[in-house]
């Protein structure tokens, strides 16, 4: 009805939805294993109409990093020759020679050789277990994007947007403090329902408040609102970027779609 066509995902996601580098490890080192997976997508795809792939594979060390670029060469040719598309996903490095199982596997130059399309992942700054803060502070942001456009074409390259924010109870503690993940508009919701006065950090663009609880334990929230999303969202055009990509799109929030249609008309 709105001319949307949906894209399949590839992930190494376990059944318990934790990235298994033991799964992605067999897929990109065994060969027939390799073939059995790639038969089954593209029957898959076949089946549902999908429009293109969208591959997902994160915590590779480095000795996979070239396994995995090749993993995706091969598919791009094979989509390709029919008529369908190749995005992935990417960790939010700065640099090439980052180090950690979360950046190491992802080799920005060869992977954007390899795809149609890549997905920054720039968010989760503020995430569950770590300190309350932006989920996506702007001058993390720009710093990806700033090695990004150095080894992938800007035309090719997604910026993410988190649809989401984190609920900290307070005082932090690492290692046993753990957040809660919450809608942008269950955040202003609980605002308004707590009497909290919402601030705005002008560094990070981002919106954030306290509260204490009826159990009198003290909290910080971080989420996104319209001011941050424009903020973001003002980079696709400044860095020359194909778009965004909205992680995840299931907790509704409409102040998202109207910003981004103020400013661009989507092709």
């Given amino acids: 009805q709105y001319g949307v066509q949906p894209v399949m995902s590839l992930s190494s996601l376990t059944e318990e939805g934790e990235f298994s580098t033991e799964r992605a490890a067999l897929v990109l080192t065994d060969s027939a294993v390799q073939d059995e997976l790639i038969l089954e997508v593209f029957q898959v795809l076949r089946a549902k109409g999908y429009r293109g792939l969208d591959v997902d594979f994160e915590y590779l060390p480095a000795s996979l990093a070239q396994p995995y670029a090749a993993f995706l060469h091969r598919l791009h040719r094979l989509l390709r020759s029919r008529g369908l598309f190749l995005w992935t996903a990417l960790a939010p490095k700065t640099s090439a020679s980052q180090t950690g199982i979360l950046y190491e596997g992802h080799d920005y130059a060869a992977i954007g050789a390899a795809v149609d399309g890549a997905l ?54 690492s290692g046993t403090t753990r957040a809660r993940s919450l809608s942008n508009q269950q955040a202003i919701a609980l605002a308004v329902e707590q009497g909290a006065e919402i601030f705005y950090d002008e560094t990070a663009q981002s919106p954030y408040f306290h509260y204490t609880n009826n159990a009198g334990t003290a909290h910080a929230v971080w989420f996104e609102d319209a001011r941050s999303l424009d903020a973001k969202l003002r980079l696709i055009q400044e860095y020359g970027l194909m778009g965004a990509g909205f992680w995840n799109l299931m907790r509704p929030f409409s102040q998202t779609w109207l910003v981004l249609d103020s400013l661009y008309q989507i092709r």
């Avoid at 989760?124 to 300190?131: D, K, T």
């Avoid at 932006?134 to 649809?163: C, F, M, Q």
């Fill in 120 to 173: 920054l992942m720039t968010y989760e700054w503020g995430y569950a277990q770590g300190p309350p803060m932006a989920v996506a502070p702007l001058p993390s942001v720009r710093a990806v994007l700033d090695y990004a456009v150095t080894a992938i074409p800007p035309e090719k390259l997604l910026l993410g947007i988190p649809n989401y924010g984190y609920d900290w109870p307070l005082p932090f503690v």
